[in-house]
């Protein structure tokens, strides 16, 4: 099942929005700037990726410090008088992406309402993720050999012993794919749809969800208990190659870089639909589900809303992908350009003084020495009168200090 989760289903890859998200490793403030309890976190030993918050404090990482740039794949749709949007994302990040562009920014702001593929802060979504599975069935799909196999990938993943041991067995090594990318400084802490519902929330705008969670756990299981166990040996295949962080961290700069061409040849260069059950997850992620989000999103638009709806970037390409599936609906769809810069860093602001007095007294010392000087050199130009221009100005000086 390679990496398919990344850029398709927000709601589920642990950091890719892993099936099942971070959700059950996190608390429901999830994006980890205010304070995640990532149980991640507790696994700390030299060998272990920083955890998220962790991440912030090396040297420049810290969110404040800077530019908010536009990443990503937009469109707008518009029909009835009104423009909705379309936002292709990625289910993880790094600490600069978590401040939308300028451009997402705005048209975030002229929405009415966020749509997401899951509300991951939703409580009922929440229960449905992270309900255990049946025991029995987790002791026949992660056994022996297999179940060998997957301790040691939570062992490498720096996940305490027993942390999944009741989900359901794909999400058990789903969960662990996000985690390769964060020796590249990619989380699912900072996944784009979730740092847009923060954005969302902290201004009154209403998040929906385009699915359930019971629809996504269908969609990540498969039609039979064989073919889950098919796609848990893949996801271990790919995690014990050692492939995986390198695939990861393509996909990520594909992203931020808008790269929609490359991305609509993704079955191409992904190495992820070669055997019957990868085919068919494709299918499942992406051509079976796109009609569903499509109705969420039309349904939405002619209630009166103006939805900005934020899914997955493989939703978004290819004559099946959501802007296609919109155009065919009646909205002229046209795609906004992103121009991703490099971050800048925010400059420094100037070290604060203790008092404006103390600050003012020094600033006129200053000045009068600055003036001084140049009156000494005009002095020995044009003599004596040139001496007295200092004293003439320095209550003018004070004065401007003061305001």
């Not at 918050?53 to 990503?72: E, H, M, T, Y």
């Not at 699915?211 to 790919?238: F, H, N, R, Y």
């Not at 992904?270 to 109705?295: F, I, Q, S």
Request: aromatic fraction near 4%; glycine fraction near 8%.
């Amino acid at each position: 099942m390679r990496i398919l989760r990344t850029l398709f289903a927000p709601g589920r890859n642990f950091d890719l929005k892993a099936p099942a998200r971070s959700w059950f490793f996190s608390c429901l403030p999830r994006l980890a700037l205010a304070g995640a309890c990532s149980v991640l976190a507790a696994a700390a030993h030299a060998a272990c990726p920083p955890s998220a918050i962790a991440s912030l404090g090396k040297p420049g990482s810290a969110v404040g410090q800077w530019n908010a740039v536009d990443r990503g794949l937009l469109w707008r749709a518009d029909r009835d008088g009104r423009t909705s949007w379309l936002y292709g994302t990625i289910h993880l990040g790094r600490a600069e992406w978590v401040r939308p562009g300028p451009t997402v920014q705005k048209a975030l702001e002229q929405s009415d309402a966020l749509a997401l593929e899951l509300d991951a802060r939703d409580p009922a979504t929440m229960r449905a993720m992270t309900q255990p599975a049946d025991p029995a069935l987790v002791a026949r799909l992660l056994s022996g050999e297999r179940a060998q196999r997957l301790a040691r990938q939570n062992e490498a993943a720096c996940v305490p012993s027993g942390t999944m041991a009741g989900l359901q067995p794909i999400l058990q090594v789903t969960a662990l794919a996000g985690l390769v990318a964060r020796a590249d400084g990619l989380y699912p802490e900072f996944g784009v749809d979730e740092t847009l519902a923060v954005s969302a929330r902290n201004n009154s705008k209403p998040v929906f969800a385009l699915e359930s969670a019971a629809s996504q756990l269908k969609m990540l299981t498969g039609d039979s208990e064989a073919e889950e166990a098919e796609q848990i040996d893949a996801a271990l295949d790919e995690l014990e190659s050692g492939q995986l962080r390198t695939q990861m961290k393509e996909l990520a700069e594909v992203w931020a870089r808008g790269d929609v061409d490359k991305l609509g040849r993704y079955p191409e260069w992904c190495n992820c639909v070669n055997t019957p059950a990868e085919r068919r997850l494709m299918k499942r992620l992406l051509d079976d589900r796109n009609p569903g989000l499509a109705d969420g999103i039309e349904r939405m638009h002619a209630g009166g809303r103006r939805v900005f709806a934020a899914v997955g970037a493989l939703h978004m390409v290819g004559p099946q992908g959501l802007p296609a599936l919109l155009a065919a609906r009646g909205f002229t769809v046209a795609a906004v350009p992103l121009s991703a810069q490099p971050p800048l860093a925010v400059p420094a602001a100037p070290p604060k003084a203790e008092g404006r007095n103390a600050r003012g007294a020094r600033n006129t010392r200053d000045a009068r020495g600055a003036r001084g000087s140049q009156a000494a050199k005009s002095s020995s130009a044009k003599g004596s009168k040139g001496s007295a221009k200092p004293a003439q100005r320095a209550p003018a000086t004070k004065a401007k200090q003061r305001r």
